[in-house]
C-alpha cells in the first residue's frame, strides 16, 4: 500500500509541474506584452526561398550588427545583454552590448552573438545579434496571404516594414508585423475579404 501512495504522490508532482510550468510560461509572456517597452525593429528581405514555414513568416532585421574593436573578449555564441534607443524615426537601435546584466533599466534584451570574420586590417569585429524574435506566428487559414503581403512590402523599397517587439529585463515578445504602418493580420483580413 506505501507503494501505492507513493507513486499516486509522485504521479501528482509530475501532474501539477506539466499544468504549472506551461501556466508560467504563458504569464511571463503576457506580462512582457502588458508591462513592457515597445520597440519598432525594422525588417531586411529575406531568402526568398522559403519564406514561410507552415504558420509563420520568418524574419531578418536591418540593424542587428554592432562593429566591435576585436580583443578576444568576445566569443562566438556568447550570451549577452543588449539596450537600445529609439532613432528620429521611431526605429530600435542598438544603444549598448555587455556581457553583463544592466542595472538602471528594465529594457534590455537577452540574446546570443554570432561573431563574423574581423578584419585584418583593423582587427575589428562584427557582431551579429541572434534577437529572439524572428517568427511571426499566424492562423494557417492566414499564412499564404501573408506570405505574399509581406514579399511585396519588402519588394517596395518606399514602404517600411518592421516588427514590434516588447522588451523588459532581457525577455522579448514579438506583438505584430506592420507594414507601413498597418498589422499585417488588418492586411490579411481586408485581403482575404476583397477576394470573396
Known sequence: M????????????????????PA????????????????????????????????YITLNYLDNTQEVRDNGYWADRETLFVTFYKDDNGFARIFSISKEEPSGTKDYLKTTLS????DEMDRDVTLLLNYPFQRFYMGEFKAKDAEKAYNRSLQDS??????????????????DVLI????????????????N
Open 2 to 21: 506505501g507503494n501505492r501512495k507513493m507513486l499516486l504522490f509522485f504521479f501528482s508532482l509530475v501532474a501539477l509541474a506539466q499544468v504549472l510550468v
Open 24 to 55: 508560467k510560461m504563458i504569464f511571463d509572456r503576457e506580462e512582457v506584452l502588458e508591462s513592457g517597452t515597445a520597440f519598432k525593429f525594422r525588417t531586411a528581405p529575406i531568402d526568398p526561398s522559403d519564406p514561410f514555414r507552415g504558420r
Open 180 to 195: 507601413g504602418g498597418i498589422s499585417i493580420e488588418e492586411i490579411v483580413r481586408e485581403e482575404q475579404l476583397n477576394k
Open 158 to 175: 518606399s514602404g517600411v516594414t518592421y516588427a514590434l517587439v516588447m522588451i523588459k529585463e532581457g525577455e522579448a515578445v514579438l506583438k
Open 115 to 118: 561573431l563574423m570574420d574581423p
